[in-house]
């Protein structure tokens, strides 16, 4: 149940932000907590800054823990979701930040960690900017040293793991868990593999245009990258991941060939997805060659830029 009142055009206070007691310690129930989480009241939808406070005084513990997860900030027994959509430089975080202190409430002790993240220079592999991106989620940052992967993958997983829009599709029998859980994992081949547990998924969804494939559809967030066995992976992970076994087995033929798990989160669906032709444009403009996408390529930080623009561009 989610009850919220608007205090102006930027704020809301959630004034019942619970899932039901049934549904504790299910699967479903930690799903929905989860969601709710990630996704109070749209927090990000649209190009709005937004601040979202909890104001319930009976939110279970296991919602605000779930709220910790999904980049809330905790100040004086307070919960705020700061949602600054777009990219920014670090004056213009800066400037947000400021006008959400002054003129909106947000706790100054707030405002002054998330612009710690953003001045800091020692940004150990992109740490720091995908913490400031998980605060200011879905605000992508233009400076620190967040790579950036385009990772290939076939319709039938991207309507699994993320992408609603292709339900439509007969591909795979579907399970609601997967499709709207913040959190998953996606198994591929080694060979080319992020070389980082920090990072941005753009995904690249290949195949026949009619079938959803030929584009990059959604941006997702690179939690963590693990080596191992299929069945070791699948182990580890099937409570996030790919539908069923034997999917796995169509794919790797062998439970003990290599694999890598993409753990990812925070995905965002593109409005305008971007073609194959669009995307090479944009690659060759930045001085690399044409892909074809037959598995993962690391892009630039100004390539990132253009395709996420686009991709979001309402003209």
Known sequence: MILAEKIDDCVYFLKR?????????????????????????????????????????????????????????????????????????????????????????????????????????????????????????????????????????????????????????????????????PDSVYYKRPRNSPQSSHGRILWYVSGDTRRGGGCVRACSVLTKGVNGSVKDLFREYQRLGVFEWRHLMDHFDDANSPAFAVEFTNTELFPNPISLDELNAILVEDGMKRQQFVSSVKISQVAFEKIYQHAFNEE
């Open 17 to 181: 932000f619970r899932v039901s007691r049934r549904l504790a310690g299910t699967r479903l129930g930690n799903v929905i907590t989860e969601l709710i989480a990630y996704y109070p009241l749209g927090a990000w939808k649209g190009n709005q800054n937004r601040l979202v406070k909890v104001d319930d005084p009976n939110v279970e513990l296991m919602v605000l823990l779930a709220c910790l997860r999904r980049g809330f900030q905790f100040s004086n027994g307070e919960y705020w979701r700061v949602s600054l959509p777009g990219i920014w430089s670090r004056g213009e975080v800066a400037s947000a930040l400021n006008d959400l202190v002054a003129e909106h409430g947000l706790p100054n002790e707030i405002g002054e960690s998330m612009m710690q993240l953003a001045e800091s220079n020692a940004d150990d592999g992109g740490s720091f900017t995908q913490q400031l991106e998980k605060a200011i989620h879905p605000g992508k940052a233009s400076f620190g040293l967040l790579p950036t992967y385009v990772i290939p993958i076939q319709p039938e997983w991207a309507q699994e793991l993320f992408d609603f829009r292709i339900w439509s599709r007969p591909l795979l029998k579907m399970d609601t868990q997967l499709v709207v859980n």
